[in-house]
């Protein structure tokens, strides 16, 4: 719940139909945040308080900035099954994370957002060559930016599948996501990791 000394803030999410995408959804919403979903298909999503959708390219520097104007910060979910790109395709690979840090990083200067979450599995992908161009081209760079290295885990779970959880074991997949979302919304309320790689894992 949010009180009174903790502001409202837009967030604008790429890779919000994975599981981790509505858990994230699911926190921000239930901390009075408001989320923008940059998605392909504005009828993916489902209208509700404090929760809209915009279509925009995460690999178009150009599309990033006009769909993140405005915006407090952009949390990108790059392993995400369906992300939003021009063509409407699949979710990218690890030789296009430069691409989508290329986009981001060129992107939001132009319209003044300087707070980027980063998440991706990397540890799985640490050896791609691509991946570790990405990551030096995210260390170099002066925008308040963290990794989080953490996995999507798929597209099976909703917002509702979030909404109350207190009677579920720790250990339910459910459980473990929504707090990995509770740590990623701490981390843009009260930034502890600017420049930084923090871990996740289920």
């Known amino acids: 719940m949010l009180n009174a000394e903790t502001p409202r803030l ?3 999410l790429y890779g919000a139909h994975s599981s981790l995408g509505n858990a994230l959804l699911c ?3 239930s901390r009075q945040h408001e989320a923008v979903t940059l998605v392909n298909d504005l009828n993916s999503m489902t209208v509700r308080p404090g929760l809209r959708a915009k279509t925009g390219d995460l690999f178009d520097a150009i599309s990033v900035s006009q769909s993140v104007a405005g915006m407090d910060a952009v949390i990108c979910l790059y392993d995400s099954p369906s ?3 021009a063509s409407g395709g699949a979710a990218a690979g690890p030789h296009k994370l430069y691409q989508a ?3 981001l990083l060129s992107g939001l200067p132009k319209v003044g957002v300087e707070r980027l979450v980063l998440v991706a599995d990397l540890s799985a992908k640490r050896d791609d060559p ?8 995210v260390a170099v760079n002066s925008l308040k930016w963290t ?3 953490a996995e999507a885990d798929g597209e099976d779970l909703s917002i509702e599948d979030f909404s109350v959880i207190d009677d579920l074991d720790p250990s339910d997949r459910r459980v473990q996501l929504r707090r990995i979302a509770a740590g990623i919304v701490d981390e843009l309320e009260t930034p502890q990791h600017l420049h930084e790689q923090i871990h996740f894992r289920i």
Do not use: I
């Open 27 to 29: 926190e921000l919403l």
């Open 147 to 149: 990794l989080v290295d």
């Open 101 to 103: 840090v290329d986009a």
């Open 10 to 12: 837009k967030f604008a």
């Open 130 to 137: 691509g991946v570790a161009a990405a990551l030096q081209r």
């Open 83 to 85: 992300l939003a790109t």
